[in-house]
């Protein structure tokens, strides 16, 4: 399988909240990596290639939210019983000064990584 990303994914643990835009749907969802242009979050319900949803993130440490307008790219079908689906989003708009914040937890997270070893 060849790798289409063009930026490093950094596992996270984040929480964040998910709205599916035109439609009265919002849920929590689990942020599990994040890149500079996207993310994986987990979804209770599956969404169609090219959604367009809005993401607000919840980053420790951090009082204020991340906001981003994403569009679904791919999501895994749930082969398990508690139904839940792997979804990559791409960032479709996200604030200068939110990228900019979201971009430095993801390099804090790495650096302590880098330490571990």
């Known amino acids: 399988m060849t790798e289409r990303r063009r930026f490093l994914r950094f596992e996270t643990a984040i929480s964040g909240i998910c709205e599916i835009i035109n439609e009265k749907w919002k849920a929590s969802s689990k ?46 079908d749930s082969a398990s019983r508690d139904r839940l689906f792997e979804t990559g989003v791409r960032f479709t708009k996200i ?23």
């Open 31 to 76: 942020i599990r990596n994040i890149s500079k242009d996207g993310a994986l979050i987990v979804l209770d319900r599956p969404l169609r290639q090219g959604s367009e949803i809005k993401l607000s993130m919840d980053v420790p440490g951090d009082n204020v939210p991340i906001y981003a307008s994403c569009q679904v790219a791919w999501q895994s």
């Open 95 to 117: 604030d200068s000064l939110d990228k900019g914040r979201l971009l430095e937890y993801i390099y804090s997270q790495w650096l302590k990584l880098l330490d571990k070893k």
